[in-house]
C-alpha cells in the first residue's frame, strides 16, 4: 500500500490522505477536504481516486466530498450511523467490513465512536499496520468529544487502539502534535519521551511532522498514561474526590475535561 499524507496548510490543520495500490494504481482519499490538492497530487502520482472515505460527519472532513465526486465519480463510503447526515454516501460501513483498493491493499473498519457517535477508524492490512484515525486518537492527544461521548471514546481507546500491534504507525486528521505534548508535559513534566519529541516536532514543519507508532504513543500520550503516578499525583490536586487510586477510566475521563479548557 501506498501511503501519500497530505498537508493542505489550512486553519484546521487537517491532513488528508491518499491510500493507493502499487499494481493498479487505484486510490481512495481519507477526508479530502481540500479536494483540488488531492485530485493534484493523485495525478501528480498517476493514480486514480476510486473511493473515497470519511472517518466521521464534522464539516472539516466531508466538505471536499460533492467536489471530488464531481471530479472523479468516486464512490463515497462512512460509518453506516453517519450516512444520513453526510448524504451522497454510497455505501455504509460497519464494524469488521474490509475495504479494498485495487488489487493489494485491504482495509478493516473499526468503530470507534467517542469524538462522534459514529465514527470509522481505518486499519491496514500490511506487514507494518496504519491506523488512519480520523478525529479519535492524534498524535500525543485525543479527540474533543463536544459532539460525541467521553466515556465512549475512553471505551475506544481501551477495548480497541491500545491493543493494536506496538508498531501501528498513526496517521491522524489533523497535525496538533506540539500543542498535545505541551498538554502531556503540562501533566506529566518527568516524561523525557514527551520532551524529546517536542522537540524535534518544533523543529519541523508540520508537513514533515513525525509519524508516530502505538508503542510511542503509550509514552507520550497522556491517554494511554492512566496509571503513571506522575498523572495521578497531579490529577489529584485538581480533582481531589477521585482518591489515591482512581481508575483508568475515571483518570481518562478528568484528562479529557481538563483538555477540554486547557
Ligand atoms: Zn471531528
Ligand atoms: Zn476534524
Known sequence: MLIERIWPGNEY???HYLLACPET???L???PLDWQRCLQVARARGWTITQILNTHDHPDHTGGNSGLVGATHARLLAHAGAATG???VDRGLHKGDVIRVGRTVELECLDTPGHTL???CLLSHTEQPALFSGDTLFNAGAGNCHSGDPGLLYESFS???ARLP???RLFPGHEYLARNLEFTLDREPDNAAASGLLAQA???NADEAPVTTLAQEKQVNTFFRLSSPTVIARLRSAFPGIGERPDARTVFLKLRELRNSW
Open 13 to 15: 490543520r487537517n491532513f
Open 25 to 27: 494504481g487505484e486510490a
Open 29 to 31: 482519499a481519507v477526508d
Open 86 to 88: 453526510i448524504g451522497g
Open 118 to 120: 459514529s465514527h470509522i
Open 159 to 161: 477495548a480497541q487502539l
Open 166 to 168: 506496538e508498531d501501528t
Open 202 to 204: 518544533k523543529a519541523r
